[in-house]
C-alpha cells in the first residue's frame, strides 16, 4: 500500500482527478500516431514543415494559446532521475540537481526530485530468488503508474521537466520519454556520461538500447551535458546544448592544519564498478609503497576489499554521505586511472573534482574531462604508462612540500571553476524556460469567439 501512495498523492483529491481527467482526454486531444516533437515557440510554430499546419496556427483557430497558470514569481521544476533519487546514493540526480536546490528555491526555482523506482527496486537485479523478482517487478509497475500520473498533471503544475539520464528506465523502447517531451511545456535532458554507449563493464541491462537516449536528445527543447564531448554529440540532436560540470558538495572543507609525520594515503574514491580501471595500476602503487611506506586508501563499498588480490594492503572505509568530506580530507593524493576509451571520454571527472575540493594533489590520466580540469606540474601530473603513474606518485609521496602546494593550487581552481558559486548562475539559467512558456491552466474556460 505505501507504494501505491509513494506513486500518486491520494491526499490530493484534486491533483488525483486532474490526473485521471488527463489520461482520458490523451487519445481525443493529443493523439498517439505522431511521435514527432513539436516544440512550442512563443514568436513563431516550428511545427510548419513537411506539410505540416503550424501549431501556433491550431491555437489560434481554438482561440489562442492555453494561459499561463500565475503562481507567483517563480519556476517549478519536475526533476525525473535515474535510480531512487536518494542523496544517500550519491548518484547523478544528488550530485547534479539536489545538490542546488536550497539555493534555486531561495531563487524562486522549485525541484520537485521524483526517482525512476522505489528505492528498494534494483531494477535489472535477479539476484535473491524469485520473491526478490515479483518484488523487483511490482516495484517497475508502481513506478510506470507513477510515471503516467506525472505525464497527466505536468503542462499543470510544472513549468519544466528535466530528465537526469532517463525518464522511467533506460532499457525498452522510448515510449515515456516520448510520451513527456510531447506533455512538458519545455524540455531538457541531462547527461554525464556517454550512456549511449553500453557499460563497460559488460554488465548490460535486459533489453538495453541506445535508441532511449537518442531518441530524448532528438525531443529535447534544450540539453546539459558535463564536458565538451558530450556536448559534441548531443549537438547532433539538439540546437540548445549547454556545458556544466558536476559539482560535489561545499561542504568538503580541505584539511587546514598539517599533518603529522607518517606515510603518504594514496587514495582512491568510487563505486566497485569503476575500480577495473585501478587493478592495471596496482603494481605501481605497490612499488611505491615499497620505496616509501605509502599506503592505499579505498573510499568505497565494503566489498571492495575482496575485489582482487592486492599486490599491497588497502585500508577500505566505508562510503557515507555524511563523512565523505572528512574522510577525502584525510588522503594526501587523489588518483584516478582509467583507458582511453568512448566511454571513459564521456566521464566528467568527478573524482578529480572531489579531490580538488578536499584540497589534494591529483594523479590521472590524460583522457577526456582529466586533461582539462588536471594541471600537468601545477594541480596534479598526468599518467599513463605504469612508469609515469609510478614516477608521479614517488614525487608526492617523498615531498609534502610539494602535496601541499599543489594542493591549494587545485582547490584555488575548484574555487573559481567547479564549486556551488560558480557553477550555479549557469545551472539556474540552463533549467529556466524561455519566456512566454509554462504551466497551463486546468480548466481553461469558454473559447474566445472568432
Not at 501549431?55 to 482561440?63: K, Q, W
Not at 535532458?189 to 537518442?214: H, M, N, Q, S, Y
Not at 558530450?230 to 580541505?254: E, H, N, Q
Not at 567547479?418 to 512566454?436: D, F, K
Request: hydrophobic content about 40%; some cysteine.
Amino acid at each position: 500500500m505505501w507504494g501505491l501512495w509513494w506513486s500518486v498523492d491520494l491526499w490530493r483529491p484534486v491533483a488525483l482527478w486532474r490526473g485521471l481527467s488527463c489520461l482520458l482526454r490523451w487519445p481525443v486531444v493529443y493523439g498517439f500516431g505522431n511521435t514527432r516533437r513539436r516544440r512550442v515557440s512563443p514568436v513563431k510554430g516550428r511545427g510548419e514543415k513537411n506539410g505540416e499546419q503550424g501549431i501556433m496556427s491550431v491555437l489560434s483557430e481554438r482561440g489562442g494559446p492555453p494561459a499561463i497558470e500565475d503562481r507567483g514569481a517563480g519556476t517549478a521544476v519536475l526533476v525525473t532521475a535515474f535510480g531512487s533519487g536518494s542523496p544517500k546514493a550519491k548518484s547523478t540526480t544528488w550530485l547534479r540537481a539536489q545538490a542546488f536546490a536550497e539555493e534555486l528555491e531561495t531563487q524562486g526555482v522549485r525541484l520537485g526530485v521524483s526517482g525512476t523506482v522505489p528505492p528498494f527496486v534494483y531494477p535489472w537485479g535477479w539476484e535473491g530468488g524469485w520473491s526478490s523478482v515479483l518484488k523487483r517487478i511490482g516495484g517497475i509497475s508502481v513506478g510506470a503508474v507513477k510515471r503516467l500520473v506525472q505525464a497527466a498533471l505536468l503542462p499543470y503544475r510544472y513549468d519544466v521537466h528535466l530528465a537526469l539520464r532517463d525518464v522511467f528506465l533506460f532499457t525498452g523502447p522510448p515510449v515515456f520519454e516520448k510520451l513527456f517531451a510531447r506533455r512538458a511545456p519545455f524540455f531538457v535532458f541531462e547527461i554525464d556520461d556517454a550512456i549511449w554507449e553500453p557499460p563497460p563493464d559488460g554488465k548490460t541491462p535486459p533489453l538495453w538500447t541506445p535508441e532511449r537516449v537518442i531518441t530524448a536528445a532528438r525531443l529535447a527543447d534544450r540539453m546539459i551535458v558535463g564536458n565538451e564531448y558530450l556536448a559534441t554529440w548531443a549537438r547532433a540532436y539538439c540546437d540548445d546544448v549547454r556545458i556544466i560540470p558536476t559539482v560535489p558538495d561545499d561542504a568538503i572543507i580541505p584539511r587546514q592544519e598539517e599533518r603529522a609525520p607518517g606515510p603518504c594515503r594514496i587514495g582512491w574514491y568510487g563505486q566497485m564498478g569503476g575500480f577495473h580501471f585501478v587493478v592495471p595500476f596496482l603494481p605501481a602503487l605497490a612499488a611505491v609503497s615499497e620505496k616509501t611506506g605509502a599506503q592505499l586508501h579505498l573510499l568505497s563499498h565494503p566489498d571492495i576489499a575482496s575485489y582482487c588480490e592486492y599486490p599491497v594492503t588497502p585500508q577500505v572505509v566505508p562510503w557515507d554521505p555524511a563523512t565523505e568530506g572528512s574522510e577525502l580530507s584525510r588522503f594526501d593524493v587523489g588518483i584516478m586511472p582509467m583507458p582511453d576509451t568512448v566511454w571513459t571520454r564521456g566521464k566528467c571527472s568527478n573524482k578529480i573534482i572531489h579531490y580538488m575540493a578536499a584540497g589534494l594533489p591529483v594523479v590521472a590520466s590524460p583522457y577526456g574531462m582529466n586533461s582539462e580540469v588536471v594541471r600537468h606540474g601545477e594541480t596534479g601530473f598526468w599518467a599513463e604508462t605504469p612508469e609515469e603513474w609510478t614516477e608521479a606518485l614517488l614525487r608526492l609521496a617523498e615531498d609534502p612540500q610539494l602535496r601541499t602546494q599543489m594542493g591549494k593550487a587545485g582547490r584555488a581552481l575548484y574555487e573559481e571553476r567547479y564549486s556551488h558559486e560558480a557553477v550555479l548562475p549557469h545551472y539556474r539559467e540552463a533549467i529556466t524556460p524561455p519566456a512566454g512558456i509554462g504551466r497551463r491552466r486546468f480548466f481553461r474556460g469558454k473559447r474566445r469567439s472568432a
